[in-house]
């Protein structure tokens, strides 16, 4: 009975620790835009200026952090593992 317990509780806490560093990364590119949007407007670029600035400083950190974290589809790792795997120990020059 006590084994489940540890096991959920492990999961949970695995959980938390990702929604935390999910919600992190969100506020981290709304700081950046919010920034950019603040330094536009007081440098004269209206409000307009300001939301466009913001919104191109969001979407080039979406753009930067979904490269930093990017990982192989299953589909191509499998495909080049099986290729791999494939070739004869004397085809790998």
Do not use: D, N
């Amino acid at each position: 009975m006590l084994v489940p317990i540890i096991i959920s509780t492990c999961v949970a806490a695995g959980l938390v620790c990702w929604l935390l560093f999910e919600l992190a990364a969100l506020a981290l590119l709304f700081m950046v835009g919010f920034t950019a949007a603040g330094w536009a407007y007081q440098s004269g670029a209206g409000s307009i200026g300001a939301a466009f600035a913001g919104m191109g400083a969001v979407a080039v950190g979406i753009a930067a952090f979904k490269r930093i974290t990017r990982v192989p589809a299953p589909a191509q790792t499998a495909g080049s593992l099986s290729h791999v795997l494939a070739q004869r120990p004397g085809e790998y020059q």
